[in-house]
């Protein structure tokens, strides 16, 4: 190669890669100035708008958590009340297999009272001393039940089991101060809201058979028109049959109308079984759900609910055909209606029965009752109720008022409530001490009234604890 190509070569090369470097500076140089730009806009921005921008990013955040752990929660629930929860508390404590195949749950109700009773005048005491006082007061324990149900071998296999102790009888407990079985029940449901049920139960008839127990009664005690007239449990075979709008139950029991100083019993004898003893009871719901049924209060916000209903039943009566007449055969029959406002209540209760007048110890004897209830919520948490309940089973009628308060504090969960009873017209010579009168159960100290002849008025302070 000659020194004149050499050369030209090299002055070539020299001014393309200066051409190289110049591009490559310049293209840096448009770059910063474009990331210089893109800060002046950034710093720009947010002097006009603060940390605004930053603000409303933080919010969207935490309603993005907030909405996470409300969608928890939620699933938490339903996972729950769908049995997937294997323990927890869902309307009572509970435990579940895996499958929910197996499931018990534990309830219970508590009820302690303070009461206190007047009468007119003291019945003298036989020989020397004192006549009783006029005023008998004192406190009990008026109830102690726990409950055990669930389900075994796979959700449609339902069992409950109830113990009570009673420190006085009602129309659902005929032994005071002695524990005994409350509940003894197996149900299997069919499908399509049909299900047949064996044991010890309530039987169908009258407005308050159909609650769980006492603690959800408008008053946290049955009325007197259940006292007087209810038919409490009996072993037996019953069906019941449930759609949105109507629910039908009916059985076979050991005896409905149990003769005086007759009890429920476990199994059959001369003594209480009855050769056929028939009960049923049907309800047609005009408006709300029927769930608003199982309590008798209307709590404020609730829907208004409207139900009718009506019972029957009718007996051989093998024990008392030794008796005239022979073959007699009590027979009784019952309306209802429940009428729920949010916040007020409304029942009216009318019944007639031919039955046994036990106070003469003859059969064949129509009596008749009625009873009108009511309570009215003047806060959220205080009730305001009264009674008025009539019925002819003596020989003279008796009448009875009562008025009273209840107290929530977490609804029927835990609630004070105040009785009193005011015996306008009563015959009280079979009643004091608990004695059988008609299928009345204890109904002066239940109601707080003294045992003396001739009550005045009768008080119960009472604390509910249900859970």
Do not use: C, H
């Not at 049995?83 to 499931?103: R, V």
């Amino acid at each position: 190669m000659s020194l004149t190509k050499f050369v030209g070569l090299l002055a070539g090369s020299t001014l393309t890669l200066t051409g190289v470097s110049y591009g490559a500076a310049e293209a840096n140089n448009d770059t910063t100035a474009q990331i210089n730009q893109l800060k002046a806009e950034i710093a720009q921005m947010k002097a006009a708008q603060g940390d605004q921008w930053l603000t409303e990013q933080r919010a969207e955040q935490i309603r993005g958590v907030v909405q996470d752990v409300l969608a928890d929660s939620s699933t938490r629930s339903s996972f729950q009340q769908a049995g997937g929860a294997t323990s927890g508390y869902d309307n009572g404590f509970f435990l579940s297999s895996a499958d929910g195949n197996y499931k018990l749950k534990v309830n219970a109700l508590e009820q302690v009272r303070f009461t206190w009773g007047n009468g007119y005048g003291a019945a003298p005491s036989s020989g020397t001393g004192n006549s009783p006082s006029n005023n008998q007061w004192g406190f009990e324990n008026r109830r102690t039940q726990v409950f055990f149900s669930g389900n075994v071998v796979d959700p449609s296999w339902k069992y409950l089991v109830g113990m009570a102790y009673d420190s006085q009888v009602d129309p659902y407990v005929r032994t005071a101060d002695s524990f005994q079985i409350l509940y003894a029940q197996v149900t299997k449901t069919m499908g399509n809201g049909f299900s047949v049920t064996v044991g010890q139960q309530n039987v169908a008839f009258t407005l308050q058979s159909q609650l769980f127990n006492a603690g959800m009664t408008q008053m946290g005690e049955y009325s007197l028109f259940e006292y007087a007239f209810g038919a409490g449990q009996q072993v037996g075979l019953s069906a019941k049959w449930e759609s949105d709008m109507v629910r039908a139950m009916g059985g076979w029991y050991n005896a409905v109308f149990l003769p005086a100083g007759a009890t429920a019993a476990n199994s059959w004898d001369a003594a209480n079984n009855q050769g056929v003893a028939l009960a049923g009871r049907a309800e047609v719901k005009l408006a709300g759900t029927w769930d608003q049924f199982s309590k008798e209060s209307s709590f404020k916000g609730e829907e208004f609910g409207l139900m009718v209903g009506g019972g029957a039943f009718w007996q051989t009566s093998r024990q008392a055909n030794e008796n005239p007449p022979y073959g007699f055969s009590p027979v009784g029959l019952t309306v209802d209606a429940t009428a729920k406002f949010g916040g007020f209540n409304l029942i009216g209760q009318l019944i007639w029965e031919n039955s046994y007048a036990f106070a003469a110890n003859t059969q064949n004897t129509s009596t008749w009752g009625f009873n009108i209830q009511g309570g009215a919520f003047v806060t959220e948490d205080l009730e305001v109720f009264g009674a008025w309940n009539y019925n002819t089973i003596s020989t003279a009628a008796s009448n009875y008022l009562q008025v009273g308060a209840n107290w929530y504090f977490a609804k029927n969960s835990m609630k004070m409530s105040v009785i009193g009873t005011i015996p306008v017209s009563a015959t009280a010579t079979t009643q004091g001490g608990g004695t059988a009168y008609g299928q009345s159960y204890g109904l002066l100290p239940t109601s707080g009234l003294a045992d003396p002849v001739g009550d005045n008025f009768g008080l119960v302070v009472q604390l509910q604890l249900m859970f």
